[in-house]
């Protein structure tokens, strides 16, 4: 029952105080607590948030094992060095080319690629990129839909017109096409926007390109939500009391927004990370030499055929990455706002 | 009806314009580089590039510029910066085999969430559909470039029991142009078949506690035509809507990771390619040719839906 009170508490909320609802929710708690309460519930959910926190613990870390175990950088060759396995000499990179496959042991853990870098410790200073960017992107895209739906609900007229057929021409794209094309033109000289410059290999370009492509997709719902949260009855009554728009729209309305913009973000980080994988798939994400998921599993499939660790590898991270986030997210969906249909193309 | 069709189709054709603007600006505004520098290559003399410059028209202000691009897209007279080629035709070329690829796709996708969803949601709870939900997770979160090149290296270069890659048309021989496309379909399809039957399943759900279902039942109806007949009926139609547009997303989006693992030599491996090359007319092309489509498509669906449920009209 209490599941279905959760949209009508949405409204009833007056300045959406966490767990001060007066909404008719069962025993009295806030939609907030039963959310909590509903998670906690979910311990599928609860591992896979767990298993994300362990892989961004291991990628925060990457240079405890670049130091201490493996003992080489993200971007050191070892083409002509040899390391010992199982009391052999090998050859990091073999004379055919063929770098050497895991070892399992702290030098070159899960083997080299073809350059006789250590692919454990590319694998994870490229997940400090991936995460990065995934987590960077979904905060820029958060931040713009919530600025462009509050405006656009709240003001209707003219400035919803402007914003809503922006937003149309922004969705007549393919996420993957709008974000090739964004970054390929950015790469070609970087960016040069009065004071602010960014280089064309910059990690701050894909980031910029995928926090923006995935705009429309989050900025559309929450302007319907916006237009519907205008017209209740306490937002009518902070407007008696004389608050101007920004007070109406930042402390009545956007308090309402929060677990739309939660169930939200899990899955925005997922797909940012796919999203920045496929982009340098393509060679419009992240450039080389500096590692990330993406060109890792760029790399290693154009190898394939002679060195299949070096696909597997991070595409297993990345995998794992995603999963986790979306197993997850549908926990804090199903905790929040069970019926909310949301969906982010990849 | 008709107002309403043509209020959107005025609207399709603004939308129209402005992706063409859009996509002529990401290309000619936003590149911090000079085009005629890079199509000269290293060591160019400044008279090469003076005429580079002129022969392309780089010098012209750049509402000229739009206007020549324009013309040469719906003309045809685009040409590669590269290699000179004529954009148009290549991309004629690549039509017949990205279509190949996503129809089939879209097909499969279709049969096999139908399928598991209806299954899984009969079974709800079950261990069977639990496993289910997992695959099903498991097939979103995966990158299909990724899945592709391993089926590609390890079911058709190691195992021997699919081509590695390529593509054969189909008036040349039917079933060697969809045993060629086994693969590249399983790969596009696995993600939307994992989105599906979860859609599938939650409404499936859904309309099993209706009072139509009960009713049926009730009347003595068999459960599998209670199942058909009621539930998988009323269930579908989110879906089907779903699937057409995505299937324009495909056609622009998954497509180009699968034609480049799978070398299809599509459009999608055309726009991949140009990528590469930084060669900016075919991915201009590309990219206005996808977003018309998928525009195209978006306003036939909503007139379809007018067509069959008036309320709309009005909105």
């Known amino acids: 029952m209490t599941a279905e009170n959760r949209s009508a508490d949405l409204g009833l909320d007056v300045g959406g105080r966490p767990g001060g609802g007066w909404g008719p929710s069962a025993e009295g708690a806030g939609p907030w607590r039963l959310g909590l309460r509903r998670m906690r519930r979910n311990p599928v959910a609860l591992a896979f948030g767990a298993l994300f926190l362990v892989l961004v613990g291991a990628c925060v870390a990457a240079p405890v094992w670049a130091d201490e175990i493996a003992g080489t950088g993200p971007f050191e060759n070892h083409l002509s060095d040899t390391v010992v396995v199982d009391g052999e000499t090998t050859n990091v990179v073999g004379f055919d080319g063929v770098p050497i496959g895991p070892t399992y042991q702290g030098e070159f853990f899960l083997g080299a690629d073809s350059n006789g870098r250590d692919i454990m410790v590319r694998l994870l200073y490229g997940g400090r990129n991936s995460l990065m960017i995934g ?56 960016l040069k926007l009065g004071p602010i410059e960014i280089e064309g290999g910059s990690l701050a370009i894909p980031t910029l390109v995928i926090g923006l492509v995935y705009v429309p997709y989050m900025a559309r719902p929450l302007r319907g939500q916006v237009l519907s949260l205008r017209e209740k009855d306490f937002v009518e009554a902070a407007r008696a009391q004389g608050a101007g728009p920004v007070r109406i729209m930042f402390s009545e309305i956007l308090p309402n927004l929060a677990s739309t913009i939660l169930v939200f973000g899990a899955l925005l980080v997922a797909n940012a990370v796919l999203l920045e994988a496929a982009l340098s798939f393509l060679g419009a994400g992240v450039q080389p030499p500096e590692p990330s998921w993406g060109n890792m599993i760029r790399e290693g499939v154009n190898r394939i055929a002679s060195a299949p660790h070096l696909a597997i590898a991070p595409g297993v991270m990345l995998t794992l990455t995603v999963l986790s986030l979306n197993v997850f997210g549908d926990g804090v969906r199903d905790a929040l706002d069970p019926r909310a249909k949301i969906r982010v193309e990849h | 009806m008709a107002r309403f069709v043509l209020r959107r189709l005025a609207g399709m ?106 299954f899984s949601a009969v ?40 081509p590695n890659g390529g593509y054969v048309e189909f008036a040349k021989d039917p079933l060697d142009w969809a045993y060629h496309l086994i693969l590249p379909w399983t790969a596009l399809s696995l993600l939307f078949i994992g989105f599906y ?119």
Do not use: C
């Not at chain 2, 324009?70 to 991309?91: A, C, H, P, W, Y």
């Not at chain 2, 499936?204 to 007949?229: F, P, W």
């Open chain 1, 135 to 190: 987590v960077v992107a979904a905060l820029i895209t958060t931040f713009v839909s919530i600025f462009l739906g509050l405006l656009a609900g709240y003001f209707r007229g003219s400035v919803d017109w402007v914003i809503s057929r922006a937003l149309d021409v922004m969705w007549s794209f393919p996420v993957i096409i709008l974000g090739v094309a964004l970054g390929v033109s950015l790469q070609l000289g970087g």
């Open chain 2, 13 to 118: 054709v603004f939308v129209l314009f402005a992706v063409s603007v859009l996509t002529f600006l990401i290309f000619n505004v936003i590149p911090n580089s000079d085009p005629a520098v890079r199509m000269a290559g290293r060591q160019a003399s400044e008279s090469t590039i003076e005429a580079i410059r002129a022969e392309w028209g780089f010098d012209k202000s750049l509402p000229e510029q739009y206007v020549t691009t324009m013309k040469k897209v719906f003309t045809g007279d685009l040409e590669s910066q590269f290699t000179r080629l004529n954009v148009g035709e290549e991309i004629r070329k690549g039509i017949p085999r990205t279509l190949s690829l996503a129809v089939g796709a879209a097909i499969m996708w279709m049969v096999l969430a139908l399928a598991l969803g209806l």
């Open chain 2, 123 to 162: 079974r709800a709870g079950k261990f069977s559909d639990r496993f289910l939900t997992i695959l099903a997770l498991i097939g979103i979160s995966m990158p299909v470039f990724w899945v592709g090149a391993l089926m590609s290296h390890y079911l058709g270069f190691k195992l021997g029991l699919f």
């Open chain 2, 197 to 315: 039957s979860r859609v599938l399943r939650s409404n499936v759900l859904d309309t099993i506690n209706e009072d139509y279902v009960r009713t049926a039942r009730a009347k003595g109806l068999s459960e599998r035509r209670v199942m058909v007949r009621h539930v998988l009926r009323n269930s579908l139609i989110p879906i089907v809507t779903l699937w057409g547009l995505d299937f324009g997303a495909v056609v622009g989006g998954g497509a180009i990771l699968t034609e480049t693992v799978f070398g299809i030599q599509g459009v999608g491996q055309y726009f991949g390619d140009g990528i590469a090359q930084l060669d900016v007319p075919p991915v201009l092309a590309v990219t206005m040719l996808i977003a018309f489509f998928i525009v195209l498509l978006n306003t036939i669906v909503d007139i379809a839906y007018a067509a069959l449920d008036p309320r709309i009209r009005l909105q």
